[in-house]
């Protein structure tokens, strides 16, 4: 075959490569335009999330596409840890997958198997049509597709907290990603993500993490917030959203021209 193309680096090799932790933002709002823009944008890495927003395969496709080749890394969040789902991901072309709501390591340890091909795992062949392979233009990939390919599954809950030793040991997990938000909801504390028992179990877990040599990311909107977690050693960390962005930057123009009666605070992601 005359042409032969090489998979890019994953993001776990990726962060092999810095002495500093990853910035990154979400891209929610579905559009492969916005996507571009924060791809060239100056983050390393890009969150396009399909849990909380209306992103379905084509979206992801699109998004896919549109950033290839520019400097920020991205990374896809399914809604959910499916097999099967999952399989369509992969084959899609995602090279780097964040699982959300992993409580147990029983349930970490059967996403590395979704990731990997028979014997290893249970991932469905199917190379030859798929962008992954880049439709078996990427020479000897079924034999090399989990060194293209790098896992992080979310902590986000206190069983998964409780849990989180036995998951840091799964193998074949590339690092652990801590969801403040869902973690402040499971421990009675909705919507104060920033709470000092929230921040200091985010801590504690990014602790553990380091100890047991897992790379480990975690969410954090309000500046103050993250710099503290970027101070603790996490390697990676998402610092804003595409979504949110629009919508207070449009508000303080909105402040700036018409002004509003409405002062209340928002409740940050």
């Known amino acids: 075959m005359p042409i032969r193309l090489n998979a890019e680096a994953n993001f776990a090799q990726r962060m092999a490569e810095s002495n500093r932790s990853q910035v990154g933002v979400w891209v929610c709002s579905g559009n492969s335009t916005v996507a571009e823009i924060c791809a060239s944008s100056g983050v390393d890495w890009l969150l396009i999330d399909a849990e909380h927003t209306p992103n379905d395969l084509q979206s992801i496709l699109m998004q896919l596409q549109a950033v290839y080749g520019h400097p920020a890394t991205p990374m896809v969040r399914p809604p959910h840890g499916d097999a099967n789902l999952i399989k369509q991901y992969l084959d899609l072309g995602v090279q780097n997958l964040l699982i959300p709501m992993v409580n147990t390591a029983e349930e970490a340890a059967a996403l590395v198997r979704a990731v990997r091909y028979p014997p290893l795992g249970i991932r469905g062949v199917g190379s030859a049509l798929a962008r992954a392979s880049m439709w078996n233009r990427i020479e000897g990939y079924l034999g090399s597709a989990s060194d293209y390919i790098s896992l992080f599954v979310q902590i986000e809950t206190v069983e998964a907290?409780?849990?989180?030793?036995?998951?840091?040991?799964?193998?074949?997990?590339?690092?652990?990603?801590?969801?403040?938000?869902?973690?402040?909801?499971?421990?009675?504390?909705?919507?104060?993500?920033?709470?000092?028992?929230?921040?200091?179990?985010?801590?504690?877990?990014?602790?553990?993490?380091?100890?047991?040599g897992i790379r480990v990311g975690v969410n954090a909107f309000a500046p103050a917030t993250a710099d503290r977690y970027i101070a603790a050693g996490v390697d990676f960390i998402l610092v804003g959203a595409d979504v949110a962005l629009l919508a207070r930057a449009t508000e303080a123009l909105a402040d700036r021209f018409i002004g509003t009666a409405d002062e209340s605070s928002r409740i940050s992601y």
């Open 161 to 212: 907290m409780k849990n989180l030793d036995s998951i840091l040991a799964v193998e074949g997990i590339d690092g652990i990603f801590i969801g403040p938000s869902d973690l402040a909801a499971s421990m009675g504390l909705l919507g104060q993500q920033d709470h000092e028992d929230v921040v200091s179990s985010v801590e504690a877990a990014i602790a553990q993490a380091k100890k047991a």
